[in-house]
């Protein structure tokens, strides 16, 4: 990106929050696996961990961090997208990572307009900053939700999860956030009394981006710091997440149409067999 570019509202990058109405649904996992993926078609990814009190992108993705979003704050007030770039930590993918603080209490030391800062400062330098976030709607999820591009709300087919995966859709409908969001159906073919076409009208949601459910993958992944677009490439879980990539890569309506071209996409499920959605 050029100076004049780069300083263009137009063509700051896009935010992608990836948010969830319960804890322990796949927003970690689906964050780094999806900001790889970004990284791997070309484009320049940070990702913000907005986890803020129990935030583990760091341990996601291997990374001994030296600094994070805390230290980050302290210095707030001469802070710029080169200072910035100084607290994260960078990936062997190009991805680099703001990390969430060493502790949860140091959450409470971060301002909501510090916080604002750092998003704009991110979005001059990269072509996509994503952003995991805490479960639920706390204040900190709210303002990074309200400046995203694009909302990425993850749920399961469990029925908790649904019942409050909706409550989360009809808050951003109220909050006027709707248009935003897409819903993503992790672990769409696990068992369960709900199918997966089910939960997609159960959510409203004509079009949800179905990941599969790969338990295996997924823990080692999580275990070793090492994102399965990397290790398990040609798995049906990866290759969901490559067509994520691939759809929010080319829906760039407002910004990156102008340094790249936009693709038309569709985004099947994985093959039916009887009985359900499966790999
Ligand atoms: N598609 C999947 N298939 C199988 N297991 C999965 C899948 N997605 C996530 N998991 C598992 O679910 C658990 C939670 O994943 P993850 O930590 O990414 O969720 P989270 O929403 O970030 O949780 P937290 O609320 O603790 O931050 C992990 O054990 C992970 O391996
Ligand atoms: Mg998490």
């Keep these: 990106m050029t100076t004049i570019e780069k300083n263009s509202p137009e063509t700051r990058g896009r935010m992608i929050a990836v948010c969830s109405a319960k804890g322990g649904i ?3 996992i689906l964050s780094v696996n999806l900001a790889v993926s970004l990284a791997k078609r070309n484009n320049s990814v940070a990702i913000l961990d907005g986890d803020f009190q129990f935030g583990d992108v760091s341990l996601a993705m291997d990374l001994q961090h030296t600094f994070t ?13 080169d200072r910035l770039e100084e607290y994260m930590s960078s990936h062997n993918s190009g991805v ?12 409470d030391l971060l301002t909501k307009e510090a916080v604002s800062k750092m998003v704009n400062l991110l979005l001059l330098k990269n072509d996509f ?9 706390n204040e900190h999820t709210l303002n990074l939700i309200e400046k995203a591009d694009e909302i990425l709300v993850v749920a399961t087919l469990e ?9 989360l859709l009809e808050t951003l409908g109220i909050l006027g956030l709707r248009d935003k969001v897409r819903v993503v159906l992790n672990r769409a ?5 709900i199918k997966a076409e089910d939960g997609a009208k159960i959510l409203g949601e004509e079009a949800p981006v179905f990941i599969p459910n790969d338990f295996q993958i997924c823990s080692r992944s999580l275990n070793m710091g090492t994102p399965f677009v990397i290790s398990h490439s ?8 490559f067509k994520m990539a691939e759809m929010i890569g080319s829906n760039v309506s407002s910004t990156k149409a102008i340094r790249k071209k936009g693709k038309s996409f569709s985004l099947f499920p994985w093959k039916r067999r009887k009985g359900g959605v499966s790999k």
């Design 234 to 241: 040609k798995s049906e879980i990866s290759k969901s997440v």
């Design 26 to 28: 796949g927003r970690t």
């Design 159 to 167: 029925m908790a999860a649904m019942k409050n995966t909706k409550l």
């Design 129 to 137: 900053v994503v952003c995991d976030t805490g479960a639920g709607l």
């Design 96 to 107: 680099r990572v703001l990390p969430a603080p060493d502790r949860p209490e140091f959450a």
């Design 69 to 81: 979003i805390k230290e980050a704050m302290e210095g707030i007030t001469s802070l710029d997208e």
């Design 189 to 193: 073919n696990m068992e369960s009394v």
